[in-house]
C-alpha cells in the first residue's frame, strides 16, 4: 500500500517536470529560432517480491524459503530532457540584416567580455558602429572576427559571403558540434558548449538572406501533449488520494474488528 503511494508521487513529479518542459515550449512558439525540448520518461527499477515467513522444517534447522513471487514496478522517472534541432519553417522578412540558416550549424556571437555563444535567431540589426548585432547586442562573427558593414548594398550569399557593393567583406561563421544534443541553453535563445559537446567546427549551411527561422515547436502538438500530461498527473494524484482512503480505513477500521 506504502509503495503504491511513492510509485504514483513519482509519477506525479515525472509529470510536473513534462509539463513544465511543454510549457515553455508554447511560450517559444514565436520564437524566432527557438528550438524546442523533449523529456523522456523511464520505468524506475522494478522490486523483486518474495513471499516471506514460508518456512519448511528440516529437522533440526527451519528454513524460511523467501519463493520468489514476482517483480513489482516502482513508478517512473524522468531519463533525459534534450533539445530537438529540427528544422524550422523560413518565413521572408525583407530586411537585409535578417539571416535565416537551412541545415545544421549555428550563428557565432559574441559579448562585451569576449564571450562566444551560439544562437539559430537571425533577427540581426547593425549598431552606430556599423557592426552587424544580435537584438540584446551581442557582436554576429564572421571567419575574421566580428563583421563590420560599411556603407552600401549588403548582399549576403548562401555561402555565407558578405558583399557590399561588391566587395567581399567577410564570411559569416556557421559552426556546428560533434554534439550539439549536449549544448547547454542559457537563456536569450542562445546556447554555450560545454565539454560533452565538443568543440565547434566550420560547416556550409545555406543562408538565406532577408529571412528569419520560426521555431520548431507545433502548437497544436504542443497542447496535445500538456493535456496529455495533465491528465496522467491527475490520475496519479487520484490514485494517492484513494491509497490514503483505504490506508486510513486500514488503521482505524481493521483494528477494531478484532
Known sequence: MIRGLYTSASGMLSESIRTDVISNNIANVNTTGFKKELTILKAAPEMRIHRLNDTRDLPPL???LKPFIGNLGTGVRVDETFTSFEQGQIVHTGNK???ALMGDGFFAVMDGEGNIDYTRDGSFTVNRDGFLV???GRYVLGQQGPVQIPEGD???TERGEIRVN???IDTVAVVDFPEKTALEKIGDNLFRQNEASGEPFLVQSQVIQESLERSNVNSV???VNLITA????EANQRSIHAHDETLGKAVNDV???G
Open 62 to 64: 527451519r528454513i524460511d
Open 255 to 257: 483494528g477494531r474488528l
Open 97 to 99: 540584416h535578417h539571416l
Open 230 to 233: 495533465m491528465r496522467a498527473y
Open 154 to 156: 549588403l548582399v549576403i
Open 166 to 168: 561588391g566587395q567581399l
Open 221 to 223: 502538438t504542443e497542447m
Open 134 to 136: 544580435t537584438k540584446e
